[in-house]
Every structure is written in structure tokens, then in C-alpha cells.
């Protein structure tokens, strides 16, 4: 008889191992308590323009050679998702060769791929953040039986994508795709040969649900907090919009950062970051 764990923790007993079937996300994560983690404090870093010899644009947040460089503007960087947040990739485009920025990339690579930064959703999208972040979930199997797992994901309009706990030997777990209708979600994952779907709500910033996996009777609830939910260190910053035109001809992207300025129509409003406040 060989047991083994399955995505949301039961152990499956299975005769000599015959069919033996990786099911998704058993790993119980250590120090996990089931209850809301308190803010963290965070402090914007500043963000510079790269400006290569043949015009190519990167962000980066290490300072150019030039002499005492301002940071273009500031945002967040973290290893884990804040909630609330959005995460931005800077990504190279496989037909233009030039780095643009993106709310998401291409499904998949988010488990191999962070963020560039985090920043603020737009004013005008800000919804978008309400699902944004890090996730310590708590499943619940018909037997009874408990699972810990914590996964990653935010929203582009009502498309969910994400990533599992990457520091576990779930990382090549996948979220492959899902919908958010305020209150409702509904997601699917798939862990080797198994998949599973999930449905929910959100109410007073805590995810309920069902899961269930498509391929056998295995089910059960879950309930979702926030993980690593944060709070701006000090309030010595200003909320300014991050706009990207990509020019038609070359492909180049063309960055600006304010509120109140004439902006091309094809100029895409990526989040809001930061900028120091003018001291008096």
C-alpha cells in the first residue's frame, strides 16, 4: 500500500502503488496559523530609465552611470505579492525585439517569471486590486481532513492569473484560468495528470468556496485570507498614473508618468506608482 498526499492534503491510499497519480498542492506550510496576517510596513523604491546605444528602454532599479540620476518614479518590489496590489512584468515582445511593460504575461510563465514591481491598480480599475495579492487558503476535504496551501494572483478586467507557493515542490502547479465577478470567482488549477476546479465569493476581504477535482469524487470547502497584506511606511508620497505608448513603427515603448497631460490614443494606463511629495 503506498499513501500519499493529494492537492488539498487528504492522504490517498493506493494498492502497490498501481496507478500511482500526483494529485495537487499536499505540502502543509510551516508556521501557517489560519488566521490574518497583520500589515507590513513598505517604502517605494526608486525606479530609473536604462537607455541603451540603440534606444532599446528597460526600468531597472539599479541607478544608470549618469551623474546623481532621479528615479523615474517609485514603486514597490517584494518577493510576495502584496495584496492589493498589482504586479508589473517587463517582458521582451518576441516580434519587435524591444522590452515593454505588461500586467501579465504569457500563461505559465508566471511560475518562472516575478513581477518587475508591484504598484496601485488604476483610478479608474482600482476593483482590480481586491483580489490582487498573496493568499493563505485553508481546504477542507469531504472526510473531514485539513490542507494548508497559499497561492499568488491578481486580475486583468475579469481574468484571474497567477501562480501557487514557489517555494515549495508545488511551483510547477498551474492556475489555468478563472473569472471575477464581484462577489463570485471561479478558477481551475491543474497539478500533473489532475485538475481541479474551484468556485467562491468574496465577502468582507475573506475568499469562501468549493473545490472539487474534475477526475474523481475528491472535494470539499475552502476559506482565504489575505497573507501579506501592507501598508505605506510613511505618507510622504503622492499617487501618480504610469502610462506606455508603444510607437506603431518601431515597436519602442514610451513611458510618462502625471495625471493632467494630453496622452495619445493608444497609450495604455498601466497602474499608479509613487513620487515624493514636495517638501515646502
Partial sequence: MVRIKSIFGVLQTIPNGRGLTWLFLATITAGWTGHAEPSKEVEPVGIYIHTSENDTVTLSFQQPDSDSPTPFFFAITSPKWPNGMIPIYQARDKQTKQWKLNRRLTHGKENFTDPLFFALPPASGSNEGILSGRWACEAKH???????????MA???????????????????????????????????????????????????????TWKQTEDADGGTWTAEPAYPVEMANGNWKMVHLYQTTSPTTGKQELSVGDAMPLPDDSQILCRVWLPKKQP
Fill in 155 to 209: 486580475l486583468d478586467g475579469e481574468t484571474i492569473f497567477g501562480r501557487f507557493d514557489q517555494d515549495t515542490d508545488y511551483r510547477f502547479a498551474w492556475l489555468i484560468g478563472g473569472t471575477f465577478k464581484d462577489p463570485s470567482l471561479h478558477f481551475k488549477a491543474e497539478y500533473i495528470d489532475a485538475n481541479y476546479e474551484l468556485e467562491g465569493s468574496l465577502t468582507s476581504n475573506i475568499l469562501k468556496g
Fill in 142 to 152: 469531504w472526510d473531514g481532513s485539513i490542507d494548508f496551501l497559499h497561492w499568488e
